[in-house]
């Protein structure tokens, strides 16, 4: 095997943005679930915001707008989630599942056409001399705006859930919502507002497969990253800067075992194909264990308002 | 007399079969502490929802200080200046003390700000708090004074409190007794539901008594016997528990020395815990809730296991056994949520028979389940116990909470247990139907079984207990005598203070 064919200023330019779109994903599932709502649609919601932001931004050349298609696609696909679930109170878990199957069914209905185009993709920021330092320029100042934005977003959502009262009122939510109902909130608004903004997000993310990562359409593409995102908020123990480093931990490993592949380690290949999967989650767990923080209270419980 | 601060006239609300208030009209005055009486079912929540603005009347109006009041949420409430104690508490177990106050304020203000005066004003009232704890941790006292707090500090006018002492000890009912004093004095009137007569008789200045959603009478309780209120709740006289003779056997059930690790976050270790109890007798043990009242009954049922040697059931250690063993063995019990743990909420009473009378009643034949024997077995239960049901296939839900309680009691008492042990065994239940589960128990007693009551309702225990112990912090005390106790010395028990052995001499 070769380490030196490894560039560790291009693998930690790569780990950015490879984590980026579990990262959005993932924040915004955990907005949803700490309003007490398990929406299992990450999946389908992701390559619905894939398809409709490479077919927006090839028709207009813009991928800006692309972005902002899917981040609304997704949303409004999600509201049927929310429509079903809140309203009706159908079942969470089965409502989700087939969300993402419809989310899947539809993108590769949408996409047939444009499979094989090469979309125009979001420039790289020239952040002045940041981008110009040595090694760290590379690595941390030179990527598109939606890195940034990111973990921004995640920074936005802690201090929202911290330290506002309207965070105050979604954890309250999703902790017990028959004493919020009693205190008078509107729990079923509140959630659908949530599960929009979780929507938005997982679109966001799914475009950025679509536009920035790859960037191409492929039928199923997005290969299980709505499971993945799933699965970092409950091992993050819905806090959001553990959801980060779950993103980075898997987006980081990813790579490096694509690398460790190209450069012939002697390791099965399943094996490195698996590690992401196993190393994020050990490392959670490992996290998680210490300090108990359990789920929101009501997560996944229908609510009624009955008298 | 003066204008009245609350003035309700004609309230009516009917849910579809039931009309939970009819026609309800009552004043309730400027400093006035007003009792709301009336048993299970008799619409008194109902009625505090609507002044609260949770549930809208079909008829009626409703006039505070002069001006019509028809909230049609309770934020809107909260700003005319009524407040709420609930008695399922509405609070949020992983925020902590500051976040819960925050959520029930209007404009709350800022964190800082907000924790200190939660400091002040809860020290001024005499019901001490920190800000900053999580209310997960907190006991139960501990959380109806986060809800008192919650309302001061929005300086209400009208306080409505739902059953405030039903998880208090005497000493915090003395306590929170005060505290109301001094918010009368200050000009606060208080609606105070409860259906503690001896309670009502000592606190409030003007009672109103519901049955069946009507109103049955206003009356000034201090001059009426508490034997006349509870007449007027229950519309008849009921049977009031037989004396009896008691004669105790051999030791049945052993618990030496028990510790166990607390369950999950929130709750409690069992730290230590001996008790005995002999066939024919009743060993009542009472305490405030949370203090490991479902965790002894989950190592005595069997559903934690112990460490082996702590458990004994008539001389066999069983610690090591789960459930079914015990029940083979003779050990039945009763746990105190109904829905959910006692009964599986969506399947039938015949199912729910079976779960756990089985073995005990030969409801299996070659290992398939003997339907008819079940249903006979369930309709005994019913017709026994005088389960209100449409029938023995109605699932457990559909059943009130009452109803649903004598059938889970029911179940057990009809195996002939050697040992039973209960939680909370007429929780929610009517004064009629809780008189009823008594007796039952001290027939079962009567018989030669050794009987276990785990409960909040101390009137219960006396009435019922040979002797009588109380945990704390999932510690236990000696058990001691009922007979010459008194209110103080319970009252120290459930404390916690430990020096117990003078009351045993």
Redesign the interface.
Known sequence: MDLSSINPVLLVASIMVSATPILLAAIGEMVVERAGVLNLGVEGMMITGAVVGFAVAINTGNPALGFAAAALASAVLSLSFGVLTQLLLSNQVATGLGLTLVGLGLSSLIGKPYEGMKSPTLPKLDMGFLSDLPVVGRMLFSHDLMVYLSLALVIVVWAVLKYT?IG??L??VG??H???H????KVVRIRMMAIFFGGACAGLGGAYLSLVRVPQWTEGMTAGAGWIALAIVVFASWRAGRVAIGAYLFGGVTVLQLNLQAAGAAVPVALLSASPYLMTILVLVFISARG?H?A??SLGRPFHAS? | MADPLLRLTGLTKAYPGVIANDDVNFDIGENEIHALLGENGAGKSTLVKMIYGLVKPDRGSMVLQGQDYTPSEPSEARQRGVGMVFQHFSLFDALNVAENVALGMENPPKTRELAERIRTVSEEYGLPLDPSRIVGTLSAGERQRVEIIRCLLQDPKLLIMDEPTSVLTPQEVDILFQTLNKLRAEGTSILYISHKLEEIRTLCDTATILRLGKKVATCTPKDTSARELAEMMVGASFATPEARQTTLGEVALKVANLSLPAPGAFGTPLRDVSLSVQRGEVLGIGGVAGNGQDELLAALSGERLSPAGSIELLGTDVSRQGPMARRDAGLLSGPEERLGHAAAPNMSLTENGVLTAARREGLLKNGFIDWAAAKDFTEKVISTFDVRTPSANTAARALSGGNLQKYVIGREIMQRPEVLVVNQPTWGVDAAAAAAIRQAILDLAANGAAIVVISQDLDELMEISDRFAALNEGRLTDAVPVAGLTIDTIGLMMGGAQDMEVAHA
């Open positions: 009262r105050l009122i954890r309250a902790e017990n028959d004493a919020a009693a205190l008078g909130y108990a359990g929101p209270a008298a």
